[in-house]
């Protein structure tokens, strides 16, 4: 990992506490452990970073690219009407990532993390619905 500081996340990837859906040099992919819905995906980069215009456009666009292609495999398997991308930044851990979503209506995007928490397990049974079609994608 390219930047020592530790948040919440890197170490989530170091300690692999839950299902890492997909990694690669500069980023990792989490299902949301307090989802807006079932399927709902945290785009992580490696760099801890505060502010999501503070990455090198060339990190930036590549978390974009692989939000890009999980929307096409959350549409796929959930085939909500929209799946739903944003970065809110209010977190207690001051590490930028992107939260993809199926949506079914707009309420859905009503962004309450207060909400409903997934178990260890559940995470683990969604990371089994979807990794079949990552595995095709990468």
Same mark, same amino acid.
């Given at each position: 990992?390219?930047?020592?500081?530790?948040?919440?996340?890197?170490?989530?990837?170091?300690?692999?506490?839950?299902?890492?859906?997909?990694?690669?040099?500069?980023?990792? =992919?989490?299902?949301?452990?307090?989802?807006?819905?079932?399927?709902?995906l945290l785009i992580i980069p490696k760099t801890k970073e505060r502010e999501f215009f503070k990455l090198p456009s060339n990190v930036l666009c590549r978390g974009f690219e692989i939000a890009t292609k999980f929307s096409a495999i959350l549409s796929e398997v959930y085939q909500p009407p929209r799946v739903?991308?944003?970065?809110?930044?209010?977190?207690?851990?001051?590490? =930028?990532?992107?939260?993809?979503?199926?949506a079914f209506q707009s309420s859905d995007l009503n962004v309450d993390l207060s909400r409903h928490q997934l178990s260890r397990e559940e995470m683990f049974v969604i990371a089994d619905r979807l990794q079949p079609k990552i595995n095709d994608l990468y």
């Open positions: 990992m390219s930047n020592e500081s530790s948040s919440i996340y890197l170490d989530i990837l170091r300690e692999r506490t839950e299902p890492i859906l997909y990694e690669d040099d500069g980023w990792f =992919v989490l299902l949301a452990k307090r989802p807006c819905n079932e399927g709902h739903a991308m944003f970065i809110k930044g209010f977190t207690n851990d001051d590490h =930028v990532h992107i939260h993809i979503t199926p």
